[in-house]
Structure formats: structure tokens, C-alpha cells
């Protein structure tokens, strides 16, 4: 079943624990957590004291998901900050291979991202390094935008690439997810929703239970 990856940048920083317990107690195994630097994105978010300092909170997976340039320089103090799944961008790698093998050195699992713009086709010779491929359904760098419309191509296209490769990583789309677009999303071929705005946005718990209606109507519908 396709899963849901709360993404921490859209939470109340000044009640951390609380909201991760809260989602926790929801159902929720995996929290998306956005590291910028000001310059691969034009924004800010937390660093590695904080992913530290919330690592005790909670069991739940951490989905590290590195908006940095050049990320080999912060692949070992994510790892140390308690980072299950570390996850960078293509367009900020010189050498994405040794920063793969960087990030599973350290015991933890690697995602590769790809902004909008960017073919899945450019990961042909790395594909199979990864254990996720994350795709940017909006301009990486804030949360609250709209999905842009071609993502949904873009979301088959790269299923069938995965497919062709002959491997099977997560396929994780970050932006813009809503209620009314994640259906379709899995359908064509999602595994894992980051979903900010639409689930710290309201009453947490009573949007993460619609998407996991959702969630399981397709489940059903696959089974
Ligand atoms: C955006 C971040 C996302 C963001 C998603 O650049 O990578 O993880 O928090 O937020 P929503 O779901 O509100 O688009
Ligand atoms: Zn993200």
C-alpha cells in the first residue's frame, strides 16, 4: 500500500514533540524532513541540532530529504542526527555514485531527487543505487504551492523508466499534494506522498485519516 510521509516543514515549531506524537498516534511510520541551505533552494528551514533533538520524540522513520548544494558535505552529520533515508538532488551532485556510497556507508538508506525539470532518464546509469526516487511536484523550497500540472506525466513516465530498468525503488512525490490529486498520484504509480500544507494545515488527525481512506480504497481496488 502506498504510504504517507508528513513532511515536518508545514508543522508547529514551537510544539514539535506534540505534533509528531500526535501523527504518530495516527498511524504515520515516516516523517519527510527538509534540510535547505539558501542557495540549491531560496529558503531556510532546520539543521541537524534540531533532526537531533526530535530523534528521541518518536520511532517514526526519518526521511531526510538534503535541498543542498555539494550534499557530501553533510551526509555523515545527517546519518549522526538520526536520518533513516537520506535523500539528494541530482542537479547538486558533481559525483552522485560516491555520494550514494557516502550516504549507505553510514547505514542508511539513499534517495535520489529530481526537480521538476529534470528527466528521469538522467538517472539511467544510477538508478539502481537508490533505494527511492523522489520527485519534486512543485519548485523545491517552500511548502503551501500548487502541484504543477505536468508532474502527472512526468509521475507515469518515470514508472514505466523504473520499470524498463528493471528495478523497483520507492517512487515519492514532495509538493503540492492534496486530497484531491493523491488518488491519482498512486494510481500512477506512487509510493510515498510528502504531504505538508494538507496535513499540519486543519485538524491534523482528521486529514491524515482522509488520506488514509484513500489510501486503502486503492489498496482494495488493486487487491
Ligand atoms: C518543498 C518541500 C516539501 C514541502 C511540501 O520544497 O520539499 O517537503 O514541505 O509541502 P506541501 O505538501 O505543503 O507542498
Ligand atoms: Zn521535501
Redesign the pocket.
Given at each position: 500500500m502506498a504510504d504517507l510521509a508528513p513532511?515536518i516543514?508545514?508543522a508547529d515549531f514551537k510544539c514539535l514533540e506534540k505534533q509528531l506524537k500526535l501523527i504518530e498516534s495516527a498511524g504515520i511510520n515516516r516523517i519527510?524532513i527538509?534540510v535547505m541551505d539558501g542557495e540549491f533552494?531560496p529558503n531556510i528551514s532546520l539543521g541537524f541540532p534540531v533532526i537531533k533533538a526530535i530523534r528521541p520524540c518518536t520511532n517514526m522513520e526519518f526521511d531526510v530529504?538534503l535541498?543542498v548544494k555539494n550534499p557530501e558535505r553533510f551526509i555523515i552529520s545527517a546519518a549522526n542526527a538520526g536520518a533513516d533515508i537520506i535523500t539528494v538532488h541530482q542537479e547538486a551532485c558533481s559525483h552522485l555514485p560516491r555520494v550514494l556510497a557516502q550516504i549507505k556507508e553510514t547505514g542508511c538508506k539513499a534517495g535520489i531527487a529530481l526537480n521538476p525539470a529534470t528527466s528521469p532518464e538522467t538517472l539511467k546509469y544510477v538508478v539502481r543505487d537508490a533505494c527511492q526516487i523522489l520527485l519534486?511536484t512543485?519548485n523545491?523550497?517552500?511548502?503551501?504551492?500548487i502541484f504543477i500540472n505536468g508532474m502527472m506525466k512526468k509521475i507515469k513516465e518515470c514508472k514505466a523508466f523504473l520499470q524498463a530498468m528493471g528495478c523497483n525503488p520507492y517512487l515519492e512525490l514532495?509538493?503540492?499534494?492534496t486530497i484531491e490529486n493523491a488518488l491519482e498520484c498512486i494510481q500512477n504509480g506512487a509510493n510515498i506522498l510528502?504531504?505538508?500544507?494538507?496535513i499540519f494545515n486543519g485538524d491534523i488527525q482528521n486529514n491524515i485519516k482522509q488520506f488514509q481512506t484513500i489510501l486503502e480504497q486503492e489498496e482494495q481496488n488493486i487487491c
Open positions: 513532511s516543514l508545514s519527510h527538509d533552494v530529504h535541498m519534486m512543485v523545491p523550497g517552500f511548502g503551501g504551492q514532495d509538493g503540492g499534494i510528502v504531504t505538508g500544507s494538507s
